[in-house]
DNA sequence: AATGATAATGATAACCAATATCAATAAAGG
DNA sequence: CCTTTATTGATATTGGTTATCATTATCATT
């Protein structure tokens, strides 16, 4: 297993600008509605449900309806831009995608998320194959719990 | 890490009357309605929906409601008994907690679910502690594929 | 076995995230 | 600038889950 580390986001606002031409490369229009959602994932430091990207959204562009947050999630997710969490209450939060599928470290009470590298689970997963006779096509790893500052504040 | 191994499950007509017995101990009240649940979930090879054990559960108690399956279910998982699964969709399943937290194979195509051993994560979970700075409470690991019936069907 | 306090039930309504509908609007290549 | 058509947003709808509440049934006590 190699060495674990957490990942640093890289900037915000190329991130932005990245997804909104690789949407424009692939035959999206690129519409304030899509400005607006994407700016405010790309700047987010914790995961984000469709309601808070609406919100923050509605901050950018007045016009921004609920529907088109969750066409422009679901066209980010198609990309690969984005990662959709899934939350043990079975709804769904959204983050930014960094390189491929991730590994996650999720605060129950702010929402902050940490990626981490360095688990391999690759053999624990062919093994599973080879014993259980299963094809695996996915898999979910995250660990949830508080992170430092919520730890201090929920005493 | 250990080795990997699957898990068989223990016998159904008992372990239905232990959750009953486990349910009465608590100070829950043994009705039919828990019973249909109850049995119907113990017999399972399958994860199941509530609705899965609405259909089933009427079969043995003709009266059987879903909000009694939805609450039976809510103590079952109270008292560490059954596991509550969380699907890509949002949805729930549900399963027997054969011994504390288990890890999970998923078959996409027909519920089946096998539950596998040998997988240590907490020294990965305490490095992710030291690293980061979170206090760790719960973890997913869940892997989603096709069982090896499914395999061979779906081409 | 009969009683009674109260846990549990089930029909119904309510809730909420997510999706479908559809006429009106706006992006972007020509 | 203009036309095509993808996209929008208000609204209605779905589907899983939870709340409400009068009625019923469990089970320790008598």
Known sequence: MAHTQLVAKPDAAKRAGDWLSKLHSHGYRVTKSRRAVVD???????????????????????R???????RT?????ELGLIQRLHRPDGCHTYISAM?????LLLCQS???VEVFHGDDISDLSSRLER????EIRDHW????????KCRKIDT
């Open 131 to 134: 014993e259980s006779g299963f």
């Open 99 to 103: 390189e491929g599928h991730q590994h």
């Open 73 to 77: 999630l679901e066209k980010l997710e």
């Open 141 to 148: 790893l995250q660990f949830f719990g508080l992170c430092e």
């Open 110 to 112: 702010c929402g902050r």
């Open 40 to 62: 405010a994932l790309a700047e987010a430091d914790t995961s984000l449900t469709a309601a808070d990207l609406y919100g923050i959204g509605r901050g950018r562009h007045k």
């Open 64 to 70: 921004l309806g609920l529907v088109s947050v969750y």
